[in-house]
C-alpha cells in the first residue's frame, strides 16, 4: 500500500529565505504528484501537477521536482512572503486516478 | 465562475442521526470524490466515482455511502453507523484520467454532538 511521507512536519522561517519541502512515497508506480496548499479551515489550492514522465514543473516563486526511481518530491519556494504561511500537502495519483496524501508540512513565514 | 462548491460549510449532528452532504461541480469532469481530514492528518479516501451511476469505495468507506445520479452532483451520507464523524470532509472532481489534476472544494465541517 502506498505511504507517503513528509518532512519537516513543520517549518518557520523569516521573511525572504528560500525553502525547500520533502515528500517521499513507498511505491515508485505513480503517474502523478501534485502539490496543494491548504490555509486553516480551507479546501485544498493545487499548486503544481507533475506528470510521472517529467521531472519538473515551475510556477512562478514555486518548482516541485520528481525522482519517481528514488521516490522523492521536492517543492522549492523562492523568497518566501508572509502570504506562503499554510500548510502544504504531497499527494501521489495511483491506478484508478486517486491520490494518497501526505500529512502535510504547515509553514510559517514571519515579517 | 467554473468550480466545486460544497454545503453546509458547518453542519452538526446528533448521535444516531444520518446526515448528508452536497458536492457539486460545474467543470463537466467525469470523476468525482470524498475525502476526510482528521487534526494533523492527510486527506483519507471515502469514495470515488468515476462515471455517473458508478462508484467505488475507497480506503475508510465503513459508515459512508454514496450516489452518483447526475455527472455534476455526488452527495456524501454520513450514517448513524460511522463511529467517529466529526471530521472535516473535502469533495474534488477531476477529467478522470490517472494522468489528471484534482481540484477541491471548500470543505464541510461536520460536528457530533
Known amino acids: 500500500k502506498q505511504e507517503v511521507t513528509q518532512i519537516p512536519a513543520a517549518l518557520s522561517v523569516p521573511e525572504g529565505e528560500n525553502l525547500v519541502l520533502n515528500c517521499s512515497f513507498t511505491d515508485s508506480a505513480i503517474y502523478n504528484l501534485q502539490w496543494f496548499r491548504q490555509d486553516p479551515g480551507k479546501g485544498l489550492t493545487s499548486l503544481l501537477l507533475i506528470q510521472s514522465s517529467q521531472r519538473e514543473q515551475t510556477s512562478g516563486r514555486l518548482n516541485a521536482s520528481l525522482d519517481k526511481s528514488s521516490g522523492r518530491s521536492t517543492l522549492y519556494i523562492a523568497a518566501s512572503q508572509p502570504g506562503d504561511s499554510a500548510t502544504y500537502l504531497c499527494a501521489v495519483g495511483g491506478m484508478y486516478s486517486t491520490l494518497t496524501f501526505g500529512k502535510g508540512t504547515m509553514l510559517l513565514v514571519s515579517p | 465562475d467554473g468550480g466545486i462548491t460544497q454545503s453546509p460549510k458547518y453542519l452538526f449532528r446528533k448521535e444516531g442521526q444520518n446526515v448528508t452532504l452536497s458536492c457539486e461541480q460545474n467543470l463537466n469532469h467525469d470523476a468525482m470524490y470524498w475525502y476526510r481530514q482528521d487534526p494533523g492528518q492527510g486527506l483519507r479516501l471515502i469514495y470515488y466515482?468515476?462515471?455517473?451511476?458508478?462508484?467505488q469505495k475507497g480506503d475508510i468507506a465503513e459508515g459512508y455511502s454514496v450516489s452518483r445520479e447526475k455527472k455534476e452532483s455526488f452527495p456524501l451520507t454520513v450514517t448513524s453507523a460511522q463511529k467517529n464523524p466529526t471530521a472535516f470532509y473535502l469533495c474534488?472532481?477531476?477529467?478522470?484520467?490517472?494522468?489528471?489534476?484534482?481540484?477541491f472544494g471548500p470543505g464541510t465541517r461536520l460536528t457530533v454532538l
Open positions: 466515482s468515476q462515471i455517473v451511476n458508478d462508484f
Open positions: 474534488a472532481s477531476s477529467m478522470g484520467g490517472r494522468m489528471d489534476e484534482q481540484f
